[in-house]
């Protein structure tokens, strides 16, 4: 928990890919994500290719 890091958009892996945190510096870093007991992220790096299925959104009411 000692570690440092900056948040940069550069460190997100999302669709919009920025952050309203980036240049924020922060003590305590995850080093790995693990779903349903498989790595998924690990030392900053992502672990394989996506998993899962599309989601698909009712539109009617």
Avoid: L, N, Y
């Amino acid at each position: 928990m000692q570690r440092r890091e900056a948040i940069t958009d550069d460190k997100i892996a999302s669709k919009c890919g920025w952050t309203p945190f980036h240049g924020k510096t922060v003590t305590g870093w995850p080093v790995m994500t693990v779903i349903r007991g498989r790595q998924v992220m690990v030392d900053g790096e992502i672990a394989g290719p996506a998993q899962g299925d599309v989601v698909r959104f009712w539109e009617g009411v």
